[in-house]
């Protein structure tokens, strides 16, 4: 066991950065990004990073710097942050958007070999001064010894989070529908065909709102178009695999917490924990966002929740990209 001493005022720096910098969430204990464990102290804790999180961290580890301060600082504050408050990091799901990208597990198994032999390898005090901007390199790490794992999986969630980017997609490039329109159909489409994803129609709120930019400088490139999909699917599941561990987190040993930098996630995460219909009518005005929050009342009625196994998912795929491609081409 590792013993160090840190200044009250060093962990306060640390902590402060993490907390200024709105990087763990979780709806009851930082639901704006600002973690407050009073009255959460008698359980488990583990983090969820995202890929951003972990590139950064990988880099790191096999090139011994990072050239961006801000990156550096908030990978290693995190690391020290975890491993003073006996907080696990998971990088499973990182670990897997990247074996889907590769469509191979290799190369997410020599970065989860990296992960794992990093919590031993450095001692909290390299990271409390990489944190501290003490330092700015650490040694490089090399693996003596490669274990492989089986991270290439396709979550229902992430195609289900897919077939909802084909069609959102396809409405934002269409100019003829009105805003209500647009939200009519697509969550007509999700209530009729998959599960329904908090998340994902807060973000479509967004999109339309202008405010992310997911499909900027697409023009006619179809395939820079999937990719864009395929990306954004990927964040909202994320959220939606991690929302599934909140769901049963009061029976369960462990609480997990959400750790991200993309600010978009973040938005995403704090509207829809929020549960305010109030953006609507931010983002669109009183009458067009009135308008939106009664239709999307009247297509979600209760329901029996579909069955994952019965669910078409790779033929809605098939079929919603052949979709977008048709629009894609009468655009140009």
């Not at 006619?220 to 990306?231: G, Q």
């Not at 954004?232 to 599941?237: T, V």
């Not at 769901?247 to 938005?267: I, P, Q």
């Not at 953006?279 to 009342?297: A, P, R």
């Amino acid at each position: 066991m590792e013993f160090l001493e840190i200044k009250q005022s060093e962990l306060k720096k640390i902590t402060m950065f993490l907390i200024e910098n709105k990087v763990i969430f979780h709806p009851l204990i930082s639901p704006k990004g600002q973690p407050d464990f009073t009255n959460h102290r008698s359980k488990n804790f583990a983090t969820i990073i995202d890929r951003n999180i972990l590139t950064q961290l990988i880099r790191l580890l096999t090139t011994g710097q990072l050239k961006d301060d801000y990156s550096r600082r908030m990978v290693s504050s995190l690391m020290l942050w975890a491993q003073i408050n006996n907080i696990s990091i998971n990088s499973g799901l990182a670990l897997s958007e990247y074996a889907y990208s590769k469509r191979r597990n290799d190369e997410a198994s020599t970065e989860n070999n990296l992960f794992l032999k990093a919590f031993n390898y450095y001692g909290i005090q390299v990271w409390l001064d990489l944190a501290l901007d003490r330092r700015k390199t650490i040694p490089i790490l090399k693996l003596n010894k490669q274990i492989e794992y089986s991270f290439f999986n396709e979550y229902d969630h992430f195609k289900m989070h897919y077939l909802e980017m084909l069609i959102i997609a396809r409405l934002y490039f269409n100019n003829e529908m009105t805003i209500e329109d647009k939200f009519k159909h697509f969550h007509k489409w999700v209530y009729e065909n998959i599960l329904i994803c908090k998340y994902t129609t807060f973000y479509f709120a967004l999109l339309l709102g202008r405010k992310v930019n997911t499909f900027r400088k697409i023009g006619d490139d179809f395939n820079a178009l999937i990719a864009k999909c395929k990306n954004q699917a990927w964040d909202l599941s994320y959220l939606s695999l991690w929302s599934t561990l909140y769901y049963y987190e009061d029976e369960a040993d462990t609480v997990y917490l959400f750790a991200t930098m993309d600010g978009e996630l973040k938005d995403i995460f704090v509207l829809t924990h929020k549960e305010s219909n109030e953006v609507y009518n931010e983002l669109f005005g009183n009458s067009v966002g009135n308008k939106i929050v009664e239709l999307i009342s009247e297509i979600y009625k209760a329901r029996e929740k579909p069955e994952f196994e019965n669910l078409p998912l790779d033929d809605l795929i098939e079929i919603e990209s052949e979709k977008l491609r048709e629009v894609i081409v009468d655009n140009q």
